[in-house]
C-alpha cells in the first residue's frame, strides 16, 4: 500500500464577501501518495487555488475562513498547528510555486537575495553556497545568463522568466510535498517540456506533487492520477489512463471532448455549454445541472454524493 504524504478530509472554506457568504470550497476529500503526482484539474473558479492555499494556510483571513475538515500531512492535522510551526513546513517540507509570480516576487530585492534567503530559512548553508545553488538552479529552470540574472530586479525579467524563478525557489529545498499552481502557462513549449523533467526528477526521488492546472495535455503528459472539480466539488477521481479512456462523469466528458485531435481539422471543437454558476447562485441539486445534457429531476433536486464506482475511481452523479 502506497504511504500518504497528504490526506484531506472533507474541506469546506467559506469567503464573506458585501455580496454575502459562499462556499469556494465544498466539502473536498482526496489523497496524496509518497512519489506521487496528482492532477487537480477544472475551470477557472472551481476551487483549485483555494484548495492548495488551504494545504499551506494561506487564505486570507478575512475575507476567507477554512470551516471545516482535516488536512493531514504525514498524519499530522495541518489546520491545528500554529503559525511558527506552520512556518517551519512552508518553502521546506511543502513547496508551492504560485500561479502570480509578480505577486509573489518582492519588488524591491534582487532576485539572487530571495532566492538565498528562501534556501537559508530552510537549511543550514554558507551564504556563499546557497548563491551558488541559486545560480545553478536559474540555470536548471532555463535562464540564459543566471549569473547576471541573479542581480536582476524582478520588473527587469519577463513573465516567463519571473515563472521560473518561482519554480526554482520551490524546488531547490527539496520539498515531501510540491504544489505547483499553472507551473507552465506563460513558458514556451521548449522550456514547458524542460520544467516537466525537472518535476519528474523531483517523482524519482519521491517527492509528492499536485499540479493545479485547467489543461488537460499537462494532465495527461505528468499525472499519475487526476482529480477533477467543478463548481467548489469534486466530481470525478481515478488513474489518468481510466479517466481519459472512459470518463463518468457528464463534466469529465466535455472537458475531454473540447480537446483537438490530430485528424480533426476544420471540425469545430464541442464546447462545454453554459457557464459556470456564481458561487452565490449554486443550483440546489447537482452543481453542473443547468449545463449538463443528461440532466433530469432528481439532478435538480438532490445533490450526488461522491461514491465508489469500481477500479479506485469515484464519481459524483446519478447516473452511475
Not at 466539488?233 to 473540447?258: C, M, Q, W
Not at 447537482?286 to 438532490?302: S, V
Request: charged share 25%.
Amino acid at each position: 500500500m502506497v504511504e500518504k504524504i497528504l490526506d484531506i478530509n472533507d474541506l469546506t472554506v467559506t469567503f464573506e464577501t458585501d455580496e454575502g457568504v459562499f462556499n469556494a470550497v465544498d466539502h473536498v476529500s482526496f489523497d496524496i501518495g509518497k512519489g506521487e503526482i496528482v492532477g487537480l484539474v477544472g475551470e477557472s473558479g472551481c476551487g483549485k487555488t483555494v484548495t492548495a492555499l488551504s494545504i499551506t494556510r494561506l487564505i486570507p483571513s478575512p475575507p476567507g475562513r477554512i470551516a471545516s475538515g482535516k488536512i493531514l500531512f504525514k498524519g499530522e492535522d495541518l489546520l491545528q498547528l500554529g503559525i511558527k510551526e506552520m512556518r517551519r513546513i512552508r518553502g521546506r517540507k511543502i513547496s508551492m510555486i504560485f500561479q502570480e509570480p509578480s505577486a509573489a516576487l518582492s519588488p524591491l530585492h534582487r532576485i539572487g537575495n530571495q532566492m538565498v534567503e528562501t534556501i537559508r530559512m530552510h537549511q543550514k548553508i554558507s551564504k556563499k553556497k546557497a548563491w551558488k545553488l541559486s545560480e545553478e538552479w536559474l540555470g536548471k529552470v532555463g535562464i540564459p545568463d543566471a549569473k547576471e540574472r541573479m542581480f536582476a530586479l524582478p520588473y527587469q525579467l519577463s513573465g516567463g522568466m519571473q515563472q521560473r524563478v518561482m519554480i526554482s525557489m520551490a524546488m531547490m529545498t527539496e520539498p515531501d510535498l510540491l504544489i505547483a499552481d499553472e507551473p507552465t502557462t506563460a513558458l514556451d513549449v521548449t522550456i514547458q517540456m524542460q520544467i516537466f523533467e525537472l518535476i519528474r526528477a523531483m517523482k524519482n526521488k519521491e517527492v509528492s506533487i499536485l499540479i493545479i492546472t485547467h489543461d488537460m495535455g499537462v494532465i495527461w503528459e505528468m499525472c499519475d492520477r487526476v482529480v477533477v472539480m467543478y463548481a467548489s466539488e469534486i466530481v470525478e477521481e481515478g488513474r489518468r489512463n481510466d479517466i481519459f479512456s472512459t470518463p463518468a462523469h457528464p463534466y469529465t466528458k466535455g472537458l475531454l471532448n473540447s480537446i483537438p485531435k490530430l485528424g480533426c481539422s476544420g471540425k469545430r471543437l464541442k464546447a462545454v455549454a453554459g457557464y459556470v454558476p456564481s458561487p452565490y447562485n449554486y443550483p440546489t441539486g447537482c452543481h453542473f445541472y443547468d449545463r449538463c445534457e443528461f440532466a433530469f429531476k432528481r439532478c435538480k433536486e438532490e445533490k450526488p454524493v461522491l461514491k465508489d464506482i469500481g477500479k479506485n475511481r469515484k464519481a459524483a452523479c446519478f447516473l452511475l
